[in-house]
């Protein structure tokens, strides 16, 4: 397996534009995190799915942020309207049976927003 | 509210020279303690998951330790390649989510 795959890798955008972030899993892992990471806060979890269903979307900073997945092989994190204090990496990591066990994280997205 | 405190914030090693990372965490039952790995530009790398105080794991020269209160990752003979950021997580009883530390970054120099 490639690993857990997030396109793309740089987004520069405006303030205001809608900004959508892509996510594959690995195949077999039924759970799917979304975490950002910025030097203030590290890293935080943003929301999960377990089986293409999301269980905690606590993190969710606002109604801006939205966190959708269609199948077992694709998710996407939506921010409509971006703005700059948005700027970050943007994670997805997978795993087979939850946050206590062992996550695969992809490379992450770098967000900027200008 | 689960927290992860990590220290030092940044740490220089010459080539060989040991010494130990810590993390100390405030939970609530703790159901895991985890130790990652990210190099610049890149996604954490899992290392070792812990579960009660007094377990230990290794792994090449890492060692990591949990007690009640905290997690030592001890570095024994670094190489300039183990130069990365090892952030520290935990994941509690009621929380179910996973809480990081902010990470300490080590260089190790040749």
């Known amino acids: 397996d490639a690993g857990v795959i997030q396109s793309p890798r740089h987004e520069v955008t405006e303030m205001g534009q809608e900004v959508t972030l892509r996510c594959k899993p690995i195949s077999g892992h039924d759970y799917l995190f979304w975490y950002r990471q910025t030097m203030m806060r590290g890293l935080e979890l943003l929301i999960y799915?377990?089986?293409?269903?999301?269980?905690?979307d606590s993190g969710m900073p606002e109604d801006r942020f939205s966190a959708k997945m269609p199948n077992a092989s694709f998710s996407t994190l939506k921010i409509q309207p971006s703005e700059p204090r948005d700027s970050a990496v943007y994670f997805c990591?997978?795993?087979?049976?939850?946050?206590?066990?062992?996550?695969?994280f992809g490379q992450g997205t770098r967000l900027t927003v200008v | 509210e689960d927290q992860v405190t990590q220290s030092p914030e940044a740490l220089r090693l010459q080539e060989g020279e040991s010494s130990s990372l810590n993390c100390s965490y405030t939970?609530?039952?703790?159901?895991?303690l985890f130790w990652y790995r990210q190099d610049p530009g890149k996604g954490p790398e899992f290392l070792f998951t812990?579960?009660?105080a007094g377990e230990e794991k290794e792994k090449e020269r890492l060692k990591a330790t949990l007690t009640k209160k905290e997690s030592f990752l001890h570095i024994t003979a670094p190489k300039p390649e183990d130069s990365a950021t090892y952030l520290c997580?935990?994941?509690?009883?009621?929380?179910?989510?996973?809480?990081f530390g902010k990470g300490t970054k080590l260089s190790v120099i040749p």
């Open positions: 939970v609530s039952g703790l159901r895991g």
């Open positions: 799915f377990n089986n293409n269903v999301p269980i905690d």
């Open positions: 990591a997978s795993s087979l049976a939850g946050q206590d066990t062992e996550a695969f």
């Open positions: 812990l579960y009660s």
């Open positions: 997580a935990v994941i509690g009883a009621g929380s179910y989510q996973l809480t």
